[in-house]
């Protein structure tokens, strides 16, 4: 049987120019979707217009369909995104005579903020004009954070219990979401707007750094929000039923307590575009494209690596147990960045646990973009085809509140097989599973 993301035979047999698979693949989608239990709008899902080459604007482009089957499931990873009601911690206190910075608690932003924040608590190091600092941890924010103390002239130790690929960093889907769970409003307060926003662009600049570079460590997309009825922006009022609130343990209790910041960065973040019918290549009839930056983990991962060892950076591989035990390394300036484990560790009981998971599938290289139906995803990369339901058990999408509280890590193939199933019929006729 042919799967749906095949360049092979079309369904009469003959051989289909590949500028021309998506129309006889849209029959087929309108098909098969209605038993596959999907609403498609069929009305706008009109006429085939081949294009030959590069659509003229305003045509409906040529996407060869993502392969969403079951035996094209690899992984499923889990990880727990480290929220603070305050936002990330980046402040700095002595130990002895040990001046340790704090750079902990991203949320669901931090590999996106990694650059931006890493430039603030390296600046804050340079205060005391070092000539070598150690950091505490080897996920996205250490790594980065030791890279960039390295380009200011430092030596650098990374201490760490894992090197990044072995870190939650590395179960994180990788695109640029910066203001993902990363503060609520009010604690955070406005002052943290202007930091997020710093530390946003500082990053995005860092990131474009990367384009083009070997292995694609960073790059672009196309990005679409698929729909039965008009896509407008997500806005969660407050709930007045709701009555209680962050204040007493700075876990949130519902979606409009969380602060979101993208606004500030609009000029340089492209944003979504409604697509007209014929422009439409998906099975439903509503659909906007925007640009997503992202990262491939393996490159990239291998990329920072590479720089810091390149740059002499040494690595000790070590456990910490008590905060006590930073003041006696040799090193007298330090930067703390053990992610979700500070809460232990510096017994930082701010830190909000909120759990995720991702599908990864195998990857598809003709195949680069990222749908998104609802609050199911799929993102095909270099590194895999991520996959995210975030939808809670009973299928219902409760926003940014799923998974607050949460620190169970263990992986859960359910939500994932039951997205697939519902993201398949958008790309073809589905395959076996
Ligand atoms: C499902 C999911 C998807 C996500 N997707 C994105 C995304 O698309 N974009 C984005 O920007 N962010 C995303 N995130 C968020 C992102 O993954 C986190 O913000 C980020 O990984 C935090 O990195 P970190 O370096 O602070 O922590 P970690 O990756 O946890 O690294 C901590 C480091 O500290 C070390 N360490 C910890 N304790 C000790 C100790 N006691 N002694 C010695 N070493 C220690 C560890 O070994 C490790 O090296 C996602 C998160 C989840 C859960």
């Known amino acids: 049987m042919q799967l749906p993301g095949e360049r092979g035979r079309s369904p009469n047999g003959a051989r289909p120019d590949r500028s021309l698979t998506v129309d006889w693949r849209r029959r087929e989608v309108l098909r098969g979707a ?15 217009r081949p294009a030959v080459g590069l659509p003229p604007a305003g045509a409906r482009p040529s996407l060869v369909p993502m392969r969403l089957t079951l035996d094209q499931l690899i992984d499923v990873k889990c990880c727990i995104r480290p929220l603070r009601a305050a936002g990330p911690n980046l402040s700095a206190e002595r130990l002895g005579d040990t001046l340790v910075i704090h750079n902990y608690g991203h949320g669901g932003s931090g590999w996106s903020l990694s650059w931006g924040s890493a430039e603030i608590a390296v600046g804050k190091a340079m205060s005391t004009l070092p000539r070598e600092v150690a950091v505490i941890g080897c996920g996205i924010i250490g790594l980065t954070t030791a890279v960039v103390a390295q380009r200011a002239g430092l030596r650098v130790t990374i201490y760490a219990r894992e090197l990044i690929q072995r870190t939650r960093s590395f179960r994180a889907s990788g695109s640029f979401t910066p203001d993902s769970r990363v503060a609520l409003a009010e604690p955070a307060g406005p002052a943290f707007g202007d930091l997020w926003e710093k530390m946003a662009r500082l990053s995005w600049k860092a990131f474009r750094t990367y384009l083009g570079q070997p292995g694609n460590p960073v790059e672009f997309g196309d990005s679409y929000a698929v729909s039965e009825s008009p896509i407008t922006r997500r806005h969660w009022p407050r709930d007045p039923a709701i009555t209680g609130s962050w204040k007493p343990g700075g876990l949130p209790q519902q ?15 492209r944003q979504p575009v409604d697509l007209a019918p014929e422009e439409n290549p998906f099975a439903l009839p509503y659909a906007q494209r925007s640009s997503q930056m992202y990262f491939n983990f393996a490159s990239y991962g291998h990329a920072l690596l590479s720089e810091f060892f390149a740059m002499g950076g040494h690595f000790i591989n070590r456990e910490f147990h008590e905060p006590a035990e930073l003041a006696g390394l040799p090193e007298k300036v330090v930067i703390h960045c053990t992610g979700y484990a500070a809460r232990d560790f510096w017994r930082d009981d701010t830190i909000i646990p909120v759990r995720g998971q991702t599908g990864w599938l195998v990857p598809q290289d003709d195949a680069h973009y ?8 799929v993102h095909s990369k270099r590194d895999g085809i991520v996959v995210m339901n975030n939808l809670d058990p009973s299928g219902q999408d409760i926003g940014e509140m799923l998974g607050v509280g949460d620190s169970m890590e263990l992986p859960d193939r359910g939500p994932i097989e039951a997205a697939l199933k519902t993201l398949q019929p958008l790309f073809g006729r589905g395959g076996r599973s």
Request: glycine share 16%; aromatic share 6%.
């Open 370 to 377: 990222a749908v998104r139906h609802h609050n199911l995803s």
């Open 255 to 269: 979606n409009s307590e969380f602060g979101h910041y993208n606004d500030r960065i609009k000029d340089i973040m």
């Open 34 to 48: 209605g038993a596959a239990g999907l609403a498609l709008g069929l009305g706008a899902c009109g006429d085939a």
